[in-house]
T-cell receptor
Framework: DSGVTQTPKHLITATGQRVTLRCSPR?????VYWYQQSLDQGLQFLIQ???????AKGNILERFSAQQFPDLHSELNLSSLELGDSALYFC????????????FGNGTRLTVT | AQSVTQLDSHVSVSEGTPVLLRCNYS??????LFWYVQHPNKGLQLLLK??????LVKGINGFEAEFKKSETSFHLTKPSAHMSDAAEYFC?????????????FGTGTSLTVIP
């Protein structure tokens, strides 16, 4: 058990809809990272937050947004969903020390129909 | 700038034979290096990490990796492959900054184990 909790595990929705994915990091970890994994694109880094502030941005679409709350949990909002957004979305957290590894949640599988 | 190259996208071995998954990295800092494993429809699990202590790092499930600075490599090995080792493996480098580390992933190596 990595200590990172993601909800929900599965999500099925229709095109054009909006969904919110939730992540609770490991206790004490200040950084949260979001990744998208699909068969055609592989593992793609979306965005990173550190102690409530956006730290780095990757290949995140404008239709997607995220935030990290004061209690350090994070949410990833996906709007105007398209079929191509169907993927596994992973959250990971990391400690603040130099050599802290990433700890991954089990992911949310999003299916857009 | 940091980057990782996994030299093989697919590796196939017979059960009981050695495993070698190759990774080269580029880093401007003293790097932290990691190997992760992902079984189908599962999250990524940390196999092992290098943090400048010992150059030969032992991980879970019998895997180990050797950090070679002169070759900028961090290859993953296992003496004897097991069927349960079939998975996707990712080599990762971290920039080592302690204000929210950033991580750079290789494109992954898919390991097939033939019975």
């Amino acid at each position: 058990d990595s200590g990172v909790t993601q909800t929900p595990k599965h999500l099925i929705t229709a095109t054009g809809q909006r969904v919110t994915l939730r992540c609770s990091p490991r206790s004490g970890d200040l950084s949260v990272y979001w990744y998208q994994q699909s068969l055609d694109q592989g593992l793609q880094f979306l965005i990173q937050y550190y102690n409530g502030e956006e730290r780095a941005k990757g290949n995140i679409l404008e239709r997607f947004s995220a935030q990290q709350f004061p209690d350090l949990h994070s949410e990833l909002n996906l709007s105007s969903l398209e079929l191509g957004d169907s993927a596994l979305y992973f959250c990971a957290s990391s400690g603040e020390f130099q050599h802290s590894p990433l700890h991954f949640g089990n992911g949310t599988r999003l299916t857009v129909t | 700038a940091q980057s990782v190259t996994q030299l093989d996208s697919h590796v196939s071995v017979s059960e009981g034979t050695p495993v070698l998954l190759r990774c080269n990295y580029s880093s401007s800092y003293s790097p932290s290096l990691f190997w992760y494993v992902q079984h189908p429809n599962k999250g990524l699990q940390l196999l092992l990490k290098y943090t400048s202590a010992a150059t030969l790092v032992k991980g879970i499930n019998g895997f180990e990796a050797e950090f070679k600075k002169s070759e900028t490599s961090f290859h993953l090995t296992k003496p004897s492959a097991h069927m349960s080792d079939a998975a996707e493996y990712f080599c990762v480098v971290s920039d080592g900054l302690n204000t929210g580390n950033q991580f750079y992933f290789g494109t992954g190596t898919s390991l097939t184990v033939i019975p």
